[in-house]
């Protein structure tokens, strides 16, 4: 039997930045993950700290746009070593993103990336400044700098898990109680009691929330069926500008294990029809809209690949993601979900202002329980 002030369910981002705050403010924690840490979504992401440029395509701020606004800065002052979390260490992909337009798209768009309302978010950048994947006669659209860094999703796993190195263990738990009133959680046998328990198991809330009864509000699941193009690329970190509110394409580049260049694919092509495409026919569909998209470069000589996704949110009756990060007490438990890897520093502060109080057990106790390693991102194919 083991007591701690805390139990955070989950590995991913959302446990992981959550244990580091609340251990900084005394309070001891225990971090349970079912899979390796990082697994779902979080070595999946992008690695985007989006300000909400990317939401505001349609042309005009949203709600999205602007809960995300503070978050470039609080994930920067983190990578300073500033704030309760901190970063220093993460390897920094890129300190910004790409906007592009594609021909023919709407001025309205274009110029409102250019107005007074985005200053300071995107500006627009003369041709010899564009990344090399644009530098091609052939393309005729324009160019912005969005200050929104890209961030090496695994590195960003690895730093927040090691001042938790002797916090986390890896097993499926068990929870006895009801009404959101946890009684005992059991994993491999070790029953471990808690003042608070923090759901943040991602996907793995629905679960856990079933086994407690918890039914004032529900998850849902929003697939993503990515692309993976796979050779000798430039680093192209992009968030290409169509006539729809959606990005056609968003890329962010990556090594895999082998050390090959990979770009990692999202935007519209891995939503809704993407996710109904079979493996063969997202491939296809994909090389047809690089070569739609990109014409100047040889998509032959390339590799493609595909991976599925699952992004798990509270349910929203729109089947949108909601605009925030989303906190929820039900009894000693806090359910919780980011619904971006970006907020999850807003989630974190949300949790801790629910959980704040006096510490009672400053050290934690180690429990006879496995550690969990760091996941894989999917674009180590294993080939
Ligand atoms: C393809 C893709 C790209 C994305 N790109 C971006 C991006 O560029 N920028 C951005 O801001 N956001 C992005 N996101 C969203 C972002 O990745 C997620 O919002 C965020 O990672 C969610 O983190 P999480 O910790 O809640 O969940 P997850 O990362 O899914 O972690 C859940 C954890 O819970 C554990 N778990 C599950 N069940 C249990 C259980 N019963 N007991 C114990 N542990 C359990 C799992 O093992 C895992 O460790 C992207 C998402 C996807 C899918």
Redesign the pocket.
């Known amino acids: 039997m083991a007591r701690f002030d805390v139990a955070v369910?989950?590995?991913?981002?959302?446990?992981l930045w959550t244990a580091n705050a609340l251990k900084a403010k005394g309070f001891s924690v225990v971090l349970?993950?079912?899979?390796a840490?990082?697994?779902?979504?979080?070595l999946?992401?992008?690695?985007?700290?989006?300000g909400g440029s990317k939401y505001a395509l349609a042309g005009k701020l949203t709600d999205s746009s602007e809960q995300l606004a503070a978050m470039p800065g609080r994930w920067k002052d983190a990578l300073e070593g500033k704030g309760d979390v901190t970063l220093q260490g993460v390897t920094v992909l890129s300190p910004h993103q790409y906007l592009w337009s594609l021909p023919g798209v709407t001025s309205q768009v274009v110029s409102f990336f250019g107005s007074k309302l985005m200053r300071g978010r995107a500006g627009s950048i003369p041709r010899e400044d564009w990344p090399e994947a644009l530098q091609s006669p052939h393309y005729k659209g324009r160019v912005f700098r969005i200050d929104e860094p890209v961030l090496d999703p695994v590195s960003v796993v690895q730093r927040l898990s090691a001042p938790l190195k002797d916090d986390c263990y890896l097993g499926?738990?068990s929870l006895t109680g009801c009404d959101g009133k946890i009684d005992k959680l059991t994993i491999d046998g070790i029953e471990i009691f808690a003042d608070k328990y923090v759901f943040?198991?991602?996907?793995?809330n629905g679960?856990?929330m079933k086994q407690l009864g918890i039914t004032d509000f529900q998850m849902q699941l929003r697939p993503?069926h990515?692309l993976i193009i796979r050779g000798d690329l430039p680093d192209f970190y992009s968030v290409c500008i169509g006539n729809g509110p959606k990005p056609p394409i968003v890329t962010t580049t990556h090594t895999d294990s082998k050390g090959r260049t990979i770009w990692w694919i999202?935007g519209d092509i891995a939503e809704a029809e993407g996710v109904q495409r079979s493996e063969e026919e997202q491939i296809a569909y994909g090389r047809a809209t690089m070569k739609r998209l990109m014409p100047w470069i040889n998509w032959n000589s390339y590799e493609f690949f595909t991976a599925r996704?699952?992004?798990?949110e509270p349910f929203t009756e729109s089947g949108d993601r909601p605009p925030g990060a989303f906190c929820r007490a039900v009894g000693n438990v806090l359910v919780t979900?980011?619904?971006?890897?970006?907020?999850a520093p807003d989630l974190s502060d949300q949790v801790v202002a629910h959980i704040s109080g006096t510490p009672d057990r400053a050290d934690a106790e180690q429990l006879p329980l496995k550690r969990p390693e760091t996941g894989n991102p999917p674009w180590n194919l294993g080939d």
């Open positions: 369910i989950g590995g991913g981002v959302a446990g349970l993950s079912k899979t840490l990082g697994d779902g979504q979080t999946a992401a992008q690695g985007v700290i989006h499926d738990c943040a198991a991602g996907a793995g679960v856990l993503l990515q999202g996704a699952n992004r798990a979900w980011p619904t971006k890897l970006a907020l």
